[in-house]
């Protein structure tokens, strides 16, 4: 969906927890997720933790979004 | 009458027998033996094959730390010291495929013993492995359990063999883009005519060479001003107002729903749940947030870190659900962007 969305002409960010599934099909800016059942989330944490690490990953993806790429780029970790 | 040929099955937790998505973090473990459908290969493979034991690993962890995962798997792989391995069938499970060919690969490199597996052909992890492990073109369900084991015990036993595995469509295993040259009975001259004069009168032709589909979009330029710009959410994570009005299915999604979010600010268990069926609900059930990340991108947008969000959410669940249906979904939520004016979308997947 991430790539036919961008072919539609709208910039499009997934954040996936099975990054090599992403860049098979075809996605171009890809934010890696914390795990397959809570990509934006993280149980152990407690409920401000969490917040803060999915606001985390957000706002990374905005970034994403914010920056000139070449091909398929996964931003990984800071 | 030689020693029988000692292999080793990999499985993923659930037809390890371990459990379903609950167990999916399950580290690798080994069981001497068959397990599960193991017996079933190991009646096709007969008197010549022992499956001296089961290697079983849980979706999860083994994706979500996949080199480490592959060591320790093969290693216990290697402790049986087989001389070939099965991994599967993942039919069309993601991960589990996933987890099939890259240990495959690894046995094939590391251990230098034939390894086969099989899934169906819309699996991701064909792009990934159909080039450097065979490969069995499965059902996309257990409904074709038998009969990917019988064309995966009759392809591992011809390479263990060392006999000549013939064409994709002779032996059952999915193209890998390989060229082998042989001597043709005409000149490359005069069947290029032969298939244009073909070509021409309408008759069916059989192409020497399939052209590759190299189906990449070009990168979209950034977003200018997130601070003015509209985002809008999706997810194939299945998150849907509570009791799935649209009757999301939980695999093999036939439709996406369109949710209003105008003014809401927070979802809850009691407002919305899961509809997907291959992962385990339990966290993103207990907090929707975990999977649509709605409470985040609401202080963002009253910061002013983005210009608004979306009042319409889109959410699918991407369980086994067809490249072809992802593709539809995908048109028909553009349109509904293009007009609405959206500059940029996130989205969330399991």
């Known amino acids: 969906m991430a790539k036919e969305i961008e072919r539609a002409g709208i910039p499009t960010v997934h954040i996936c927890s099975i990054v090599p599934i992403s860049k098979t099909v075809g996605a171009n800016r ?14 152990s944490k407690s409920k401000e933790e969490e917040k803060a690490l999915r606001r985390r990953l957000v706002e990374k993806a905005l970034r994403a979004l914010g920056t000139k790429i070449e091909g398929q780029k996964v931003f990984e970790e800071d | ?36 459908p193991g017996a079933l290969f190991q009646r096709i493979l007969g008197s010549e094959v022992e499956i001296v034991g089961t290697v079983i690993c849980g979706d999860n962890y083994f994706n979500e730390r996949m080199e480490q995962a592959t060591e320790a798997v093969l290693s216990l792989i290697e402790g049986y010291g087989p001389e070939l391995v099965l991994a599967g069938p993942a039919f069309n499970a993601g991960r589990y495929g996933i987890a099939c060919g890259s240990i ?66 002779e032996e059952g295993y999915i193209p890998r883009g390989i060229r082998k040259n042989y001597f043709a009975g005409e000149t490359g001259a005069a069947r290029a005519v032969e298939m244009l004069l073909r070509k021409i009168k309408g008759e069916p032709f059989i192409t020497e060479y399939p ?13 200018d001003r997130l601070g003015e710009a509209t985002i809008a959410l999706i997810t194939s994570g299945g998150i849907v107002p509570m009791g799935n009005p649209d009757r999301i ?51 963002l947008e009253r910061e002013g870190v983005i210009g608004k969000l979306y009042p319409y959410y889109y959410a699918t669940v991407g369980n086994g659900t067809s490249v072809a249906s992802a593709r539809t979904f995908a048109h028909e939520i553009a349109k509904d962007l293009i007009r609405d004016g959206v500059q940029a979308v996130i989205i969330s997947s399991t």
Do not use: W
Not at chain 2, 146 to 165: F, I, T
């Open chain 1, 30 to 43: 890809i934010v890696p997720a914390i795990a397959i059942p809570h990509p934006l989330g993280d149980p």
């Open chain 2, 1 to 36: 009458m030689g020693a029988r040929i000692k292999a080793v099955h990999y499985l993923n937790q659930f037809f390890g027998q371990i459990g379903g998505e609950d167990k999916a973090d399950t580290g690798p473990t080994r069981r001497d033996g068959a397990v599960g």
């Open chain 2, 104 to 169: 495959c690969e690894a046995v094939e490199r590391r251990l230098g013993i034939p390894a086969v597996a099989g899934m169906f052909p819309e699996n991701p992890a064909v792009e990934l492995y159909k080039k450097s492990v065979y490969l069995v073109g499965t059902q996309a369900t257990t409904l074709g359990m038998k009969d990917a084991a019988q064309k995966m015990a009759r392809l591992v036993l011809k390479l263990a063999r060392g006999e000549p595995v013939g064409s994709p469509e």
């Open chain 2, 211 to 223: 052209m590759p589909i190299f189906d990449r979009v070009a990168p979209l330029p950034p977003v």
């Open chain 2, 249 to 299: 299915e939980s695999s093999s999604a036939s439709k996406f729903g369109r949710y209003d979010i105008g003014g809401v600010d927070r979802l809850t268990p009691e407002s919305h749940e899961t509809a997907h069926g291959g992962y385990d609900p339990t966290y993103a059930n207990a907090d929707p947030h975990r999977v649509l990340p709605l409470d985040v991108v609401r202080d």
